[in-house]
């Protein structure tokens, strides 16, 4: 998913790079189109010509209703919540799909997966929104993007999922991937998805107190563990309820 910048001259190239979890609002979205209200958080969509120094007031749209032709268009749409959660899909897809692959090739060589314990800190670490940049003020969609999508589950005995929006301060209330009940997940070469695990479980009971995993509150990581206790069928057995 990429954030694009014309071409500053006219036999030039258009210019930009990928956008996820990670990028600063200021830098995403330039070259879309973004519905919704975005609060305090400025970002480059809905400008005829963005650059990269703009400075100027964010332009917000609530529907394209109006401003084109929207005759085989889904939707009159581009919602920044929509865009928000795909960002978090797109990367987070291509980080199973890379260690998958690793994995079959390392099973096809008879060799150890390469850098395994490195690839699956990295997955582990954008699963849990360790590196997420900050929410500045509320995040409204007005498609009726955000309740479908939270809606859908599944929930544990409290109600409680991994689709349920934050939308303040962070994108998740509950900061761990729901891309944990994805095919792609689910496919993860045996070796591959128990180390996982383990990653998950050294972050979540506790076990590893480095300074990043601290915006993980024991809060935040009792409510994780619980919902994955109720909702995830294959989740190892030493996810045991935290207690610190």
């Known amino acids: 998913m990429l954030t694009t910048f014309p071409p500053q001259t006219r036999n030039g190239y258009a210019s930009g790079g990928v956008t996820d979890q990670r990028t600063p609002f200021n830098e995403r ?27 100027t007031p964010t332009v917000t749209i609530d529907s394209l209703e109006g401003r084109f032709d929207l005759t085989g268009y889904p939707s009159a749409y581009s919602d920044i ?40 800190r990295e997955l582990v670490d954008y699963m849990l929104f360790v590196d ?44 761990c991937s729901y891309m944990i ?13 128990d180390a ?12 590893d107190k480095q300074r990043q995993y601290a915006r993980l509150s024991l809060a935040d990581r009792r409510a994780i563990v619980e919902i994955l206790r109720a909702t995830k069928p294959d989740l190892p057995a030493y996810f045991l309820p935290v207690t610190a």
Request: aromatic share 10%.
């Open 196 to 207: 996982v695990y383990k990653r998950l479980w050294q972050v979540l009971g506790g076990v």
């Open 181 to 193: 009940y994805s095919p792609a997940f689910d496919a993860l070469p045996p070796v591959a998805r």
């Open 29 to 55: 979205w330039a070259g879309w189109y973004v519905t919704g209200r975005p609060g305090r958080n400025r970002h480059m969509g809905n400008k005829l010509v963005p650059k990269r120094d703009d400075v």
């Open 132 to 175: 997420e940049t900050t929410i500045a003020g509320k995040i409204e969609g007005t498609s009726g993007f955000a309740e479908m999508f939270a809606a859908q589950g599944p929930r544990d005995s409290h109600g409680r999922s991994l689709r349920q929006l934050d939308l303040e301060s962070r994108l998740m209330r509950y900061p």
């Open 81 to 120: 919540v929509a865009l928000m959660v795909f960002e978090h899909q797109t990367r987070m897809t291509n980080l199973l799909t890379y260690l998958t692959w690793e994995a079959r090739v390392a099973a096809a060589d008879r060799q150890p997966i390469t850098n395994l314990d490195e690839t699956v």
